[in-house]
Nanobody, 120 residues
Framework: QVQLVESGGGLVQAGGSLSLSCEVS????????MGWYRQAPGEQRELVAT???????NYADSVKGRFTISRDSSWKTVYLQMNSLKPEDTAVYYC??????????????WGQGTQVTVSS
């Protein structure tokens, strides 16, 4: 069974930094992409950043130049380094993994979320 566990959220002042981690347990045949999404109160969940199997990255315009997504070589951990944080970055951050479980079947997995709060 595949599980994702996030860590690293917390409270930080505007302009500060936080680093999120997401550890993947269980067996994945081949990762398609790993990413981070966030959801603020009363808002829809939105993409923050993704990294695909070719190591190409994609960022929301609102975080470009401030956030960096990376992963370890085994595709078991994905990171999000967040710098120059703003109050509007306050949200629950969710880890996401899309992967093949065998040659034919792929699925999508989510972590439980970690709260990031940026005070002004």
């Amino acid at each position: 069974q595949v599980q994702l566990v996030e860590s690293g959220g917390g409270l930080v002042q505007a302009g500060g930094s936080l680093s999120l981690s997401c550890e993947v347990s269980g067996t994945l045949f081949r990762v398609i992409a790993m990413g981070w999404y966030r959801q603020a109160p009363g808002e829809q969940r939105e993409l923050v950043a993704t990294i695909n199997a070719g190591a190409s990255t994609n960022y929301a315009d609102s975080v470009k130049g401030r956030f960096t997504i990376s992963r370890d070589s085994s595709w078991k951990t994905v990171y999000l380094q967040m710098n120059s944080l703003k109050p509007e970055d306050t949200a629950v951050y969710y880890c996401n993994v899309r992967a093949y479980l065998d040659y034919h079947h792929h699925d999508e997995f989510w972590g439980q979320g970690t709260q990031v709060t940026v005070s002004s």
